[in-house]
């Protein structure tokens, strides 16, 4: 049973930084991708970041500039390291894995974390 846990929400006030970690149990196969989305209330669910093969690294022009990606695809890890938070960044923000199903690697599902709340107060 693949599983994502995450770690280091928390509340904080704008201009801090938090650090996000996630880890992938219960597969033997190694991530194509992971990466980070958030979901503010009332909002849909949008991208953060996301590292793939090759270390190629895409960021939401909301966080670019502040928020850094990182991971380590051996280990099936990624961290979020976020930084000069904003009160808009408040949300819950959940970690993603993209995992082949079999060795071919042909085929491949997402995988998603519980969700973890970061809260930015003014």
């Known amino acids: 049973q693949v599983q994502l846990t995450e770690s280091g929400g928390g509340l904080v006030q704008a201009g801090w930084p938090l650090r996000l970690s996630c880890a992938v149990s219960?597969?033997?196969?190694?991530?194509?991708?992971m990466g980070w989305y958030r979901q503010a209330l009332g909002r849909a669910r949008e991208l953060v970041a996301i590292i793939s093969g090759g270390n190629s690294i895409k960021y939401s022009d909301a966080v670019k500039g502040r928020f850094t990606i990182s991971g380590d695809n051996a280990k099936n890890t990624v961290v979020l390291q976020m930084n000069r938070l904003k009160p808009e960044d408040t949300a819950v923000y959940v970690c993603?894995?993209?995992?082949?199903?079999?060795?071919?690697?042909?085929?491949?599902?997402?995988?998603w974390s519980q969700g973890t709340q970061v809260t930015v107060s003014s």
């Open positions: 993603n894995a993209e995992i082949p199903t079999d060795a071919s690697r042909a085929v491949w599902y997402d995988y």
């Open positions: 219960g597969s033997i196969f190694s991530a194509n991708a």
